[in-house]
């Protein structure tokens, strides 16, 4: 980048941190956006002189909302419950429900932020939205974690709808959380549409819906592998994570042919050098989406190397997929991965890899394909059960899958339309890029809104 471009991108990052004091990862996220679309919106003056960057880094509306709720033992508990309402311009706002502990507004917005360019590149008509809650629902019993999503949704319902903001999951928000939710949203409103999805199959969720950031992820790294005339077959995997993106990308890449041999959860990761078959993959399910045990019991059950307090990124593979959280692989591991010989990752996670981590595979050229492009084949297949709840009818399986199929084909090929630098695709230049064009004349051809 020109020196020009540099101080271009830190003026704008300046009055984006003065504005939003302390929100580090929302600062993050812009910034990776920005130094893609600062000298873009520099060749095109239409965005420029609209604000269009400007009007995006700022959400149409925050929400902010007490969450009190009773305890098992009749005590009063407190959490913080967020909505933020990031951007309309193609769709009604879409984005998942954060619970967590570490949840606050920075995370929030980076996430929202993120969610707006990931849902442009999908092709469907979805705005961006995230929300959630510092609560933790690890350790709470079914009945607690009903009573915080009733009290949750009492408030989020007057602000949601089916044609105006449909959250889904995320983080700590599963098929459970999304149930008790649903089931609030309904009672309250007396209504039953689609104004959430990821909802169980019987009361109006998508086939795939669960397996569909995971597989997405995979598919994304199928087709980069594409480019350099390979594959998975043979390929040493590892995967950070144990949750909904980590089970789902481990029986895609078992599928084609790949072998996982590294899951992990916040307390550390397994070392299984023999593979995490479908046998023992089905054993982690049950581990944590029923029992909901940790990691380390499954290195005692089968033989397994367990590192407490690690992450995965110091074994030797070709492909890295983090599917955990942001932030998880540093420039130290980054280097480390690349040295052990790996040279595809594709994010299952969002923004799980730090700026200088990114740096590291760029300047290196491996295949790296950018959160937003890679995991937004959740976020399509939501799109799906949305079009699916509005014609009341279900698509099949083999329906589900093609179409998530060729939608990660797609946004493919539109990252390397837009990220092509001579022999070198630029995923994450290529994302920015063509999730901004769609957003942005939305914006134009709507006014000054
Ligand atoms: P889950 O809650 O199902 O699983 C999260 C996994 O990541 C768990 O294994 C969890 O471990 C681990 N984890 C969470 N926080 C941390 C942390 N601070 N440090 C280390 N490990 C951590 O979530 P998902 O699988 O749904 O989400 C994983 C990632 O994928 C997130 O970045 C999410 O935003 C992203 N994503 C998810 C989509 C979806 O459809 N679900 C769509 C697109 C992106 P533990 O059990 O110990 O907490």
């Not at 002189?49 to 009773?70: C, D, H, N, S, T």
């Amino acid at each position: 980048m020109s020196k020009e471009m540099e101080q271009k991108v830190q003026a704008f990052m300046a009055r984006v941190i003065a504005k939003n004091p302390g929100e580090v990862e929302f600062h993050q996220a812009v910034h990776e956006v920005v130094e893609s679309l600062i000298p873009f919106v520099e060749e095109n003056p239409q965005y420029k002189e609209a604000k269009i960057l400007e009007r995006m880094v700022e959400p149409e509306r925050v929400i902010l909302f007490r969450v009190p709720w009773i305890n098992d033992k009749g005590g009063v508990e407190l959490n913080k419950g967020y909505r933020i309402e990031m951007n309309s311009a193609i769709g009604p706002y879409k984005g998942g429900l954060r619970f967590h502990p570490t949840v606050n507004l920075g995370i929030l917005k980076f996430l929202a932020f993120e969610q707006v360019l990931k849902n442009s590149l999908t092709t469907l008509p979805m705005g961006g939205g995230k929300g959630g809650s510092d609560f933790d629902p690890k350790g709470k019993s079914d009945n607690e974690v009903m009573r915080f999503c009733q009290s949750f949704m009492t408030e989020l319902q007057r602000h949601i709808g089916p044609n105006t903001d449909v959250p889904a999951g995320d983080i700590g928000v599963g098929g459970r959380e999304i149930g008790y939710m649903f089931g609030q949203y309904k009672r309250l409103r007396n209504e039953f549409t689609g104004v959430l999805t990821g909802k169980g199959l019987e009361w109006g969720g998508s086939l795939i819906r669960p397996e569909a950031t995971g597989y997405g992820a995979v598919y994304f790294a199928q087709e980069m592998l594409a480019t350099r005339n390979d594959s998975f077959k043979g390929k040493i995997v590892a995967i950070s994570g144990s949750g909904n993106v980590a089970q789902y990308a481990t029986e895609k890449v078992n599928d084609l042919g790949g072998k996982v041999v590294t899951l992990s959860d916040s307390t550390g990761f397994i070392y299984d050098p023999e593979g995490i078959d479908a046998k023992k993959l089905a054993w982690v399910m049950e581990l944590k989406n029923v029992k909901r045990g940790r990691i380390k019991d499954y290195a005692e059950k089968f033989g397994a190397q367990y590192f407490e307090g690690e992450r995965p990124w110091g074994i030797k593979v070709d492909v890295a997929l983090p599917c955990a959280t942001q932030n998880e692989v540093n420039d130290e591991e980054a280097q480390i991965l690349i040295d052990n010989g790996c040279y595809c990752i594709s994010e299952g996670a969002n923004m799980p890899s730090t700026p200088e981590a990114i740096k590291i595979y760029t300047d290196n050229k491996i295949l790296y394909g950018p959160g937003k492009a890679a995991n937004a084949g959740g976020v399509a297949v939501s799109g799906l059960e949305m079009s699916q709840n509005s014609m009341r009818l279900s698509w099949t399986r083999e329906e589900v899958d093609t179409k998530l199929h060729s939608i990660m084909v797609n946004i493919h090929e539109n990252c390397v339309k837009w990220g092509k630098e001579g022999d070198f695709i630029n995923y994450v230049n290529g994302a920015n890029i063509a999730g901004f064009v769609k957003v942005a004349d939305a914006m134009l051809a709507q006014g000054v809104v």
